[in-house]
């Protein structure tokens, strides 16, 4: 069900549909207001495997690569 | 006496909040992890004095990092919980909200960055809020002050507020779906050419650019101010000081005194870098030398701070930290141990794990000069000639880098990825600007001068009992033997423990070549951390770990000493 996050190209808009991982994961990305149903838009992407900048709800957060990959998103529009 | 606690998330203003409650000053700075432990303050409600606590921010009450286990601690000290929530970011904020409504304890919510709010078109409906939860709310603008006498007035008004009843965090999220419903309406924004310019600073084509860019010129500032400081304003004034204390000098006579007041005369002349005494290089070294640099450093640093660019730099870094086994947060600890190694080495509570932590703090310890240190390198190199200086801090970034691969290779642990929020670029208040960089130049004079008589007295007396000499011998065979320096150069590594910028000063009686001297100053950084440095580290690591960096920053510095002493020098 859905493609990560990370395999979003920049600017393009999607939906998130689920959290891939433990519960700390989950805890933590929820509790920066990274959540189920969420509309999540890619920022910016570094280079070599690095941290993606994505934004929800008008705030930018950096996550790790890796976090990026356990976000499954549903691209909208 | 009552406790206030506040509590928040990161970088809501409970900083600014408690300056303008207790009129105590903190720092404050726009982006996650500024307060890393916790501050009391004092304030009055009619007759009734209450303290305050000023907390580290945390997301939630499980805390994922030491600042926010401070958080968690002075939570459960408090009587009073004066919660800050971004009114930007109500929805977020609204978790925490609600784990410490289950506190029971008596709560009020201060809506803060009520202004930014409003600018972006976020409206939110004060009074069905503060129903909703059955606390006060009080929208406050914490920078202009707007707000606070409200905030103040109802604190009487605290309490415990609504019970939810919502064990798991899906109820609560659920729960804070229909607060939001209720309470809040967003007006879309479109996107102005100041969103497009945020965003490039952020993307690796545009930002890497800018980012080198700025740093450079942050640089070339500090240079140019401190410069500027000194040549204009703080030689002339110690010229104007020179035929006063000539003057005493010449009233004393040789003797005791003038040994310790005054120092040695060069040529008959009080030379206010080499003479040594309480009165001349005593003041000199702090004041003219050292504090041009500091207040240099510290205003560009609050602007980095203040503007909001350290988490985009934090950001642009990440891939680069993480090779040694950090992550972009690193460039934090940093940053600030460049004006001072405590608050560098402090600065690692906000990174997750030991393995960080211990990495960050020891590389902060082995190779970041702090700006005290960095002022004397430049007065000392700076006649030879820019390549020298280049020469040490290209030693420094070497050992950094290198040392940071291979500890990132054999220690165990985990380095986790980067989970970072990045806060709206603000336009730095110049007021809070002036503050903080006051609050740090102070905190420089009052720690600094002290410490360097201490020095100053501390190398006249065990020069006059012969100690420095019998210290000599003992470690001419490190001292001459592998880094090619004379022996006295060891009495200066012993005043290094105590004020690295002094030990530098004292290199210069010595007569060294430029090639000795970069060995020296660069030796001089990584060997050992000065007492201030060492007892937080000692704090922070504890004794095991503590034992351990020490034991590699006097391997490295041996190590490293020698080599340049081979490349320099020669054999
Ligand atoms: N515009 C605006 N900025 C604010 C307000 N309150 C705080 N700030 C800024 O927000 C940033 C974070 O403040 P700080 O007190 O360090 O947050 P803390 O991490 O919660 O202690 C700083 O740059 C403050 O100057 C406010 O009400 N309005
Ligand atoms: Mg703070």
Excluded at chain 1, 16 to 32: D, P, Q, S, V, Y
Excluded at chain 2, 127 to 134: I, M, R, V, W
Excluded at chain 2, 139 to 164: K, Q
Aim: net charge neutral; charged share 15%; glycine share 10%.
């Amino acid at each position: 069900m859905g493609i990560p996050l990370a395999e979003l190209s920049r600017d393009q808009t999607a939906r998130i549909t689920e959290l891939a991982g433990g519960h700390e994961f989950k805890r933590k990305l929820r509790n920066m207001g990274i959540r189920e149903g969420k509309i999540v838009r890619i920022l910016a992407a570094q280079p070599f495997g690095g941290p993606v900048v994505i934004e929800v709800d008008g705030r930018a957060t950096t996550i790790g690569r890796g976090m990026a990959n356990g976000i499954m998103v549903e691209p909208v529009e | 006496m009552k406790k206030i606690v506040l509590m928040g998330n990161p970088n809501v203003g409970k900083s600014v909040v408690f300056s303008r409650l207790t009129g105590a000053r903190v720092i404050s700075s726009n982006y996650p992890g500024t307060t890393v432990d916790y501050t009391h303050g004092r304030m009055c409600l009619g007759d009734e004095p209450y303290e305050i606590i000023d907390a580290p921010g945390t997301y939630s009450r499980a805390p994922t990092n030491k600042a926010e286990e401070v958080a968690c601690e002075m939570l459960a000290r408090g009587d009073v919980i004066l919660n800050v929530v971004d009114a930007t970011n109500l929805e977020r904020n609204l978790l925490l909200t609600l784990e410490l409504l289950e506190t029971k304890k008596p709560l009020l919510i201060a809506l803060n960055l009520w202004d930014e709010a409003k600018t972006t078109g976020i409206r939110i409906d004060i009074q069905a809020l503060s129903a909703l939860l059955g606390v006060p709310v009080v929208p406050t603008v914490a920078l202009s002050g707007e707000g606070i006498r409200e905030l103040v007035d109802r604190i009487p008004d605290a309490r415990p507020g609504t019970r939810f009843d919502l064990p798991g965090d899906e109820d609560k999220w659920r729960q804070i779906g229909s607060i939001i419903k209720a309470v809040q309406q967003v007006s879309h924004r479109h996107p102005t050419p100041g969103d497009r310019l945020a965003a490039a600073s952020i993307r690796p084509v545009t930002g890497v650019p800018m980012a080198v860019g700025i740093i450079l010129f942050l640089f070339w500032m500090v240079r140019l101010l401190g410069e500027g400081l000194i040549t204009f304003i703080f030689n002339p004034l110690f010229e104007l000081y020179r035929p006063l204390i000539t003057e005493l000098s010449n009233w004393l006579g040789p003797g005791i005194l003038q040994e310790l007041l005054i120092g040695r005369l060069y040529d008959g002349e009080i030379d206010f870098i080499q003479s040594m005494g309480l009165l001349t290089t005593g003041l000199y070294v702090p004041i003219a030398m050292v504090l041009p640099y500091i207040t240099a450093f510290y205003l560009m640093l609050a602007l980095l701070e203040d503007s909001g660019y350290l988490p985009r730099l934090s950001t642009l870094s990440d891939t680069l930290f993480h090779r040694i086994g950090m992550h972009g947060y690193g460039i934090v600890p940093l940053f600030l141990g460049l004006g001072c190694n405590v608050p560098g080495v402090l600065a690692t509570r906000s990174l997750e794990t030991r393995k960080q932590r211990f990495i960050a703090a020891t590389l902060v310890c082995i190779s970041v000069p702090c700006m005290a240190q960095t002022a004397m390198i430049f007065g000392v190199l700076g006649p030879y000639g820019v390549g020298y200086i280049a020469m040490v801090f290209i030693t420094l970034m070497t050992v950094y880098l290198s040392a940071g691969l291979v500890l990132n290779r054999i220690m165990v642990g985990i380095s986790p990825e980067i989970c970072l929020e990045i806060p709206p670029y603000r336009m730095p208040s110049p007021g809070i600007i002036a503050k903080k960089t006051w609050m740090r130049v102070r905190g420089f004079l009052l720690e600094a001068i002290p410490y360097l008589f201490l020095g100053v007295l501390m190398v006249n007396v065990l020069y006059l009992a012969g100690f420095l000499d019998w210290l000599g011998s003992l470690f001419a065979p490190i001292i001459s033997g592998l880094l090619g320096l004379p022996p006295d150069a060891a009495t200066v590594l012993l005043a290094g423990f105590l004020r690295k910028d002094l030990a530098v000063g004292m290199l210069l009686p010595l007569g060294l070549t430029p090639a000795q001297l970069v060995i020296a100053v660069t030796v001089l950084t990584i060997y050992f951390p000065c007492v201030a440095t060492f007892a937080v580290l000692f704090r922070e690591l504890g004794i095991r770990d503590l034992a351990c960096a020490t034991a590699i920053m006097i391997g490295v510095s041996l190590a490293v000493g020698t080599l340049l002493r081979l490349i320099l020098i020669g054999v």
